[in-house]
Nanobody
Framework: EVQLVESGGGLVQAGGSLRLSCAVS?????????IGWFRQASGKEREGVAS????????AYGDSVKGRFTISSDNAKNTVYLQMNSLKAEDTAVYYC?????????????????WGKGTLVTVSS
């Protein structure tokens, strides 16, 4: 059974940084898949934040986080990270890890095989 467990959320002041982690179990980092981060703020729809493809390391980012957030993976640890810098109050949300195990390129369009339970990030202004 595939499981994704997020950690690293918390309270940070605007302009600060946080690093989120997504620990993956139930499959190893082999073959071709896409794993990424979504977020959902209170009263808003879930949006794609960042993704990374295992086969070539290619990444994609939502427009609102480009230049501030960086996604990376550590295959030896089966963990994906989201480094968040220059945080803004509008980054406040629950952040979810998700995986498309077929790397269809449609992760941000909802093609998700498994979701984590999320970790809360609160940015104070």
């Amino acid at each position: 059974e595939v499981q994704l467990v997020e950690s690293g959320g918390g309270l940070v002041q605007a302009g600060g940084s946080l690093r989120l982690s997504c620990a993956v179990s139930g499959f190893t980092f082999v073959d071709d898949y896409t794993i990424g981060w979504f977020r959902q703020a209170s009263g808003k729809e879930r949006e794609g934040v960042a993704s990374i493809r295992s086969s070539d390391g290619s990444t994609a980012y939502g427009d609102s986080v480009k230049g501030r957030f960086t996604i990376s993976s550590d295959n030896a640890k089966n963990t994906v990270y989201l480094q968040m810098n220059s945080l803004k109050a509008e980054d406040t949300a629950v952040y979810y890890c998700a995986v498309d195990m077929l790397a269809t390129g449609l992760l941000f369009h909802g093609r998700v095989d498994c979701w984590g339970k999320g970790t809360l990030v609160t940015v104070s202004s």
